[in-house]
């Protein structure tokens, strides 16, 4: 991806057109509730539905068929999360701490230390020399050709799609989110505490009065499938072909907002399931845009729209770029490494 000439500021400098993003971060109370009724209470009903087919011996193939829209449901509330740890979801501190518990006790996740974690993702996005805050783990060729065998299986088998998008959100919601991530504050270990405790008062009530089999059956498929969604609309986020990736002395921020996170054009109903999430880059821009006014904020600045759309047949090919080629500033697939491996040792065998 080139970049646009009209986005191009000096190094450290605000563009121009960065003040009229403003009038968007101002979050709506009133939108904010309905945002939560709307999807809470629908989200709350789907799981007693599910417990209620269990229970009576209806096919677990309608048990799961209601998990899907829970799960969908589930991504929704975790982005009302996400918007709580920026401070956006409601006006007052307070509440977005408050829904931000709340939201993050349904989804698995303790508030203070994922806000902890993702703000360090904010300022470390797309900096080769500070990877590793709340991001998908990425190594560059040089790295990948270096390393020894077993880090570079231990790689691959991260990077597998049926890791990275099964069993690597599962384990990371259920388990990971149960303890402090690294460089956690007293504060950020006494919400995974709440959290923690919060989820097992909701899994010992749900065991007395449906059974904890019947939990486990309802809640277990709903987390796996939302989970799944979830870290696929992450790694969409920053992981595409023309992804803007630098070392930090060349590092920028504004061009790692606007080409180093994507805008992942979605079809409507994936679009309200995942609360605009999509207009990445936007958010990147000016993270206290609350979900709701993301796309506003979009079709009113002209220079946000100058960025390609990552389309969702497109993402598909994602799962195929696996590391980060500084020397084409590009990301490249691990077939496409041995490809080239394979011609230059062939080349050298002929001279």
Known sequence: MSFNPVLIVAKGEKPGWYKNTARYARPETSTAIRQLL????????????????????????ITLALGVAAAALFCRIFIFFHDCTHGSFLPSPRWNRNVGYLCGILTFTAFHDWRRSHAGHHITVGDLD???????????????????????????????????????????FLLRNRYPSPGAKKIDFISVIYTNLAIAAIVVTASLAVGFKTYLLVQMPVLMMATTLGVWLFYNQHQFEGVYWARHDQWDPWRVAMEGASYYRLPKLLQWITGNIGFHHVHHVRPGIPNYLLQKCYQAIPELQTIKPLTLRKSLGALRLNLYD???????????????????QTKGSHQ
């Open 38 to 61: 709307t999807t809470l209470i629908p989200y709350l009903l789907l799981l007693a539905l599910m417990a209620f087919t269990v229970r009576q011996g209806h096919s677990y193939g």
């Open 130 to 172: 500070r990877r590793g805050m709340g991001d998908i783990t990425t190594m560059t060729v040089e790295e990948y050709l270096t390393a020894p065998p077993l880090k570079r299986l231990a790689y691959r088998l991260y990077r597998h799609p049926l890791v990275l998008l099964g069993i690597g959100p599962f384990y990371y």
């Open 326 to 344: 500084e020397q084409q500033c590009k990301m490249v697939s691990f077939r496409s490494l041995e490809e080239s491996n394979c011609g230059s």
